[in-house]
């Protein structure tokens, strides 16, 4: 068959494989990275292959349609969101009659509301890790018979047993980066064009509101080998060597540390030489481990401490507190290892006091960068289920998830805590963060001894300065 990939127009430099939509001034554009897996299974198996991706392309609905239709494809795999899924099946269904071709709804979104997403206009929906999914669907396989669809049939919507997750992730082959625009990738915090790289996946932790583990890759962590991994960062040094470093885009690179500590060996054993970043919990690093991932290129890690409450910790079964958040702090600011740190709004049994504690304790943490969001309650998650159970859901179609210019907008809201509030509150977080002298004197240093940081920086401030003071 003839595949095409996609990663359909939509608002801007919009991101759809992510664990959840953040109001940011730190814009970035991410490789969608599950595609390229897919795209690499079937034309392992023969087909003939494309991947477009339209944001990073900028390129709109005519002139991705015009790609499409020279392509001449058989099947067209779609990635789709919450935010975008009617307009990605009113594209579809444009994609359908110009080609002809089957079209299939994948990620986050499809998976956790299937039949929802079927009636926006695909033909068919690959839930979870659809890889072997969409080989089979490629192969011709009868749709009764292939695992982890839904589809209609006379009419009627069916749903296929759950594909079983992938455990032994070292028969993948390594993403169709070859299809990509790899150098328009970017993060203001990362070392640009970067991107993904997937060491495992799952996450064996709890938390409400992050929507893959719950969704699509599972709660529990499958590894792929430190040889395997090491084998890829080898191939994108030698083949893309525009790409300036990497993100481990794994939920907790470090949560086993046998193998947190065989990779970081092996990196440093073949001289890989390729910057990397990182997530983290603040309980699952020690010095030792920080100290060998440094060594081994890890510049920069991503900390999800979320909350300067406990209790609220509690409530959104995070697992951490918020003194394991200050030593995991002490731990890598030592190790000369920068800290990118995230905090959410709006979990359970939160007020206006908490949020102001927890702009508070990210002042107090002062760690390199950081980002604040509202939550978004995504389908399949626990989070959104305990507010569609209290009636707190504030929306009336998942377009409402973005405002008009692309930017995620609260959707729910409690008795004692108002969006309006929550958003205040967001803007007042960043003001009060990143405007404080002593961090502005701190940037400037690191900026004046960090040449990539003095080239996001510009776009960055900008962004930051448009947000926090506009009416």
Not at 45 to 73: N, Y
Not at 271 to 294: F, H, Q
Not at 363 to 387: C, H, I, M
Request: with cysteine; glycine share 6%.
């Amino acid at each position: 068959m003839n595949v095409l990939f996609l990663n359909p127009p939509f608002k801007g430099s919009f991101n759809r494989e992510v664990r959840f939509q953040a109001v940011s001034p730190q814009k970035a554009l991410h490789p969608p990275i599950m595609l390229a897996y897919a795209a690499a299974v079937c034309e392992k198996e023969g087909h003939r292959v494309d991947l477009i991706d339209s944001p990073a392309l900028d390129m709109g609905m005519e002139e991705t349609l015009q790609h499409a239709v020279k392509f001449a494809p058989d099947l067209i795999v779609l990635l789709t969101s919450t935010a975008s899924v009617k307009s990605d099946g009113e594209f579809a269904k444009k994609l359908k009659k110009a080609t002809g071709a089957k079209t299939v709804a994948v990620g986050v979104h499809a998976s956790s509301m299937p039949e929802d997403t079927l009636k926006k206009g695909f033909d068919i929906i690959a839930r979870g890790e659809y890889e072997n999914t969409i080989k089979d669907l490629a192969a011709g396989k009868k749709l009764p018979k292939i695992l982890g669809i839904t589809f209609k049939e006379k009419g009627k919507v069916k749903s296929n047993k759950p594909r079983p997750l992938m455990h032994n992730l070292d028969e993948l082959p390594f993403p169709a980066r070859k299809f990509l625009p790899n150098e328009k990738y970017y993060s203001a915090i990362y070392k640009n064009p970067f991107t993904f790289v997937l060491a495992g996946r799952g996450c064996p932790f709890q938390c409400i509101f992050c929507s893959l583990p719950q969704v699509m890759s599972g709660r529990g962590y499958r590894m792929r080998s430190p040889q395997n991994v090491v084998a890829e960062l080898e191939q994108i040094k030698k083949d893309f060597p525009q790409l300036k470093s990497i993100l481990f885009n794994d939920d907790t690179l470090n949560v086993n540390k046998k193998h947190l500590k065989e990779l970081c060996d092996l990196i440093i054993e073949k001289n890989i030489s390729l910057p990397w970043g990182c997530y983290s919990r603040v309980d699952t690093i020690d010095e030792e481990s920080a100290i060998i991932m440094k060594k081994a290129g890890c510049y920069l890690v991503k900390i999800g401490f979320e909350s300067g409450n406990d209790q609220i910790l509690k409530n959104m079964k995070k697992g951490t507190t918020t003194g394991q958040a200050r030593t995991a702090v002490k731990i890598f600011k030592k190790a000369g290892i920068q800290i990118h740190g995230t905090f959410v709004f709006g979990m359970p049994g939160e007020t206006k006091e908490t949020i102001q504690q927890t702009i508070d304790f990210a002042k107090e943490l002062n760690v390199d960068f950081v980002q604040f969001s509202v939550a978004q309650p995504y389908p399949g998650t626990e989070f959104y289920n305990y507010l569609k159970k209290n009636k707190l859901l504030e929306f009336k179609e998942w377009e409402d998830y973005l405002d008009d210019e692309g930017c995620i907008t609260p959707i729910f809201e409690y008795p004692n805590l108002k969006k309006e509030e929550m958003e205040a509150m967001l803007k007042k977080a960043y003001k009060n963060y990143y405007f404080r002298p002593a961090y502005i004197l701190k940037a400037i240093g690191q900026r004046l001894t960090n040449a990539e940081l003095r080239k996001t920086s510009f776009r960055s401030g900008k962004n930051l300065i448009k947000y926090v003071f506009e009416k």
